[in-house]
T-cell receptor
């Protein structure tokens, strides 16, 4: 199994540009999570999906952030317009069916730099 | 107020030493996770606990639900254990994260 796949691994963009981060969860997993990690705030949950449906997006910082999961094998996190304070590492994780607090499998992350 | 507190924030140990990292939380949880983040940034889930103790190789994780406390122990520490260890709890459909403990094991 290839594990959780994220792309791109690194993204450098200018303030105001649209940024799209992509995630392919592990096949058969039914929950998907988007996290952001910064030095100041550590690891934060942004949004998670169960069976492609967004369950809790209370961690999404503001309207500039949106996430979609059109099918069980793909999700996107979009920032429009991007700002320098969005610079962070964004992780995607997936979880198999079962107890809600079960183990998650993390992708390698996307390091975003907004200039 | 942080729902999850970890201690210590930073820890340096000599190879072979026994290491303990602590996690205290203030919310009612259904599960607690210990995560390991390598210097390269990758995150690995080490344990998921809801009670008692789990062991995997040189790693042992314990949880005391009544005291709202968990510990991660590393026996016979090795330089490759150098990483950031993050405690996360699952409560009320939400995850709460500690700020992590940065461990450096010196040869």
């Amino acid at each position: 199994d290839a594990g959780v796949i994220q792309s791109p691994r690194h993204e450098v963009t200018e303030m105001g540009q649209e940024v799209t981060l992509r995630c392919k969860p592990i096949s058969g997993h039914n929950s998907l999570f988007w996290y952001r990690q910064t030095m100041m705030r550590g690891l934060e949950l942004l949004i998670y999906f169960n069976n492609n449906v967004p369950i809790d997006d209370s961690g999404m910082p503001e309207d500039r952030f949106s996430a979609k999961m059109p099918n069980a094998s793909f999700s996107t996190l979009k920032i429009q317009p991007s700002e320098p304070r969005d610079s962070a590492v964004y992780f995607c994780a997936s979880r198999p069916k079962g107890l809600a607090g079960n183990e998650q499998f993390f992708g390698p992350g996307t390091r975003l730099t907004v200039l | 107020k942080n729902e999850v507190e970890q201690s210590p924030q930073n820890l340096t140990a000599q190879e072979g030493e026994f290491i303990t990292i602590n996690c205290s939380y203030s919310v009612g949880i259904s599960a607690l996770h210990w995560l390991q983040q390598h210097p390269g940034g990758g995150i690995v889930s080490l344990f998921m606990l809801s009670s008692g103790k789990k062991k995997h190789g040189r790693l042992i994780a314990t949880i005391n639900i009544q005291e709202k406390h968990s510990s991660l122990h590393i026996t016979a520490s090795h330089p490759r254990d150098s990483a950031v260890y993050i405690c996360a709890v699952y409560a009320g459909n939400q995850f709460y994260f500690g700020t992590g403990t940065s461990l450096t094991v010196i040869p």
